[in-house]
């Protein structure tokens, strides 16, 4: 694998926050690294260009997604999965990161969803529009933009269920689309998509990170500032042991993105408005709702989650919630009746992109 490139800055604010036996003193640990955590962010230069797009809405069963704080008797939700492009200075110039890149073939073989269309015959897409709705690409999103594939640097996921990442970054058989970017991983999630045990394996592609070459990407063993600051990946397990979060300094402040909650209901369910969530919240005492379909770490993922919202702090648009910005956002759908999140985020964009290609072509 690559050495870390100079663009990557350890963080060392959260080291030593989860080392007590004690969960309780575990989680004050990691609540109070935060608040620190994040007065240094905020202090420091905002990105230069921010913009996600929608790409997809995905069923999603409701048990995992709301766990046992909703009390709709409903199968599934759907979450909208987005792409996140992001720019930052760094001391060579403008890069770009782009975050949840999604190929929807290859996400269509995870094997979760497999089994969801045997009813609908199978096939390489294999959902009917009504279930999965196709809202956009990748590429379409960077053409749309100005930008070319070439411009990208950097992509990452908060974890990698449904993620395969041979389109983007190529393997053994075919370039990949983005020739100059490499992903940022932890190195717990590289290995557990490499090579997971079946309640893993049903969330991975089976071949999804078969055949990339080790040049393409960057194993990450900490928290990492990108460039001058104004994005950082923070390690988050708990969704997956190798979960991280998306940190970014915008003009609402800061986002913070993963998948360890699919709502602004889910890290202040107290406000929510979905039924049964507030009083599971009230009933319980938790903080926050998980997304759970694997459980590989819930304490984890709860400490996780804390750490989240108060990197976050509130958001300016709705005080009552926490700028926790999900990659794959719980959304109102005609199979999903009488459930929509309370707050939604919707697509955001800040700044103006810059192109290295057209820059350099002019």
Same mark, same amino acid.
């Given at each position: 694998m690559p050495e870390t490139p100079a663009d990557l800055r350890p963080l060392r604010h959260l080291r030593g926050t989860r080392d007590a036996l004690s969960p309780t003193a575990r989680l004050a640990a990691v609540r109070d690294a935060a608040r620190v955590l994040r007065a240094e962010l905020l202090a420091g230069p905002k990105v230069t260009f921010y913009r996600s797009f929608d790409l997809a809405l995905v069923p &999603?069963?409701?048990?995992y997604?709301? @766990?046992? *704080?909703? #009390?709709?008797p409903l199968p599934f939700v759907h979450i909208l999965n987005r792409l996140f492009v992001i720019q930052f200075a760094t001391a060579d110039g403008i890069k770009t990161l782009l975050a949840e890149p999604l190929d929807r073939h290859g996400s269509a %073989?995870?094997?979760?969803?497999?089994?969801? *269309? *045997?009813?609908?015959?199978?096939? @390489?897409? =294999?959902l009917p529009s009504i279930l999965w709705p196709p809202l956009g690409d990748v590429e379409g999103a960077l053409e749309q933009i100005g930008l070319a594939p070439e411009d990208v640097d &950097?992509?990452? &996921?908060?974890?990698?269920?449904?993620?395969?990442v041979r389109r983007w970054l190529g393997d053994a058989t075919q370039p990949g689309v983005l020739p100059n970017a490499r992903l940022l991983v932890t190195r717990e999630e590289w290995a557990i998509a490499r090579d997971p045990v079946p309640p893993q394996a049903e969330w991975y592609p089976k071949d999804g990170t078969k055949g990339v070459p080790d040049a393409r990407v960057i194993l990450l063993d900490e928290d990492v500032a990108l460039g001058d600051g104004a994005v950082a990946l923070i390690r988050t397990p708990g969704h997956t042991v190798g979960n991280h979060s998306i940190v970014a300094h915008t003009d609402d402040g800061l986002l913070v993105t993963s998948e360890n909650g699919v709502a602004a209901d889910c890290y202040a369910p107290l406000a929510s408005k979905i039924p049964g969530v507030a009083r599971f919240a009230r009933q319980t005492g938790m903080e926050v709702v998980m997304n759970g379909n694997t459980l590989e770490?819930?304490?984890? %993922? &709860? #400490?996780?989650?804390?750490?989240?919202?108060e990197l976050a702090g509130r958001c300016p648009q709705s005080r009552d919630f926490y700028n926790v910005y999900p990659s794959?956002? #719980?959304s109102a759908h005609p199979l999903s009746p009488? #459930?929509? =999140?309370?707050?939604?985020?919707?697509?955001?964009?800040y700044g103006t992109p810059w192109s290295r290609t057209a820059a350099a072509a002019a």
């Open positions: &999603y069963p409701r048990r997604a709301l @766990r046992d *704080a909703c #009390l709709l %073989q995870t094997p979760f969803f497999h089994r969801l *269309a *045997a009813p609908f015959g199978g096939s @390489r897409a =294999p &950097y992509i990452t &996921y908060d974890h990698l269920h449904t993620q395969d770490g819930s304490t984890e %993922q &709860y #400490l996780s989650m804390i750490l989240e919202k794959s956002e #719980l009488g #459930l929509s =999140p309370t707050f939604r985020f919707g697509e955001r964009s």
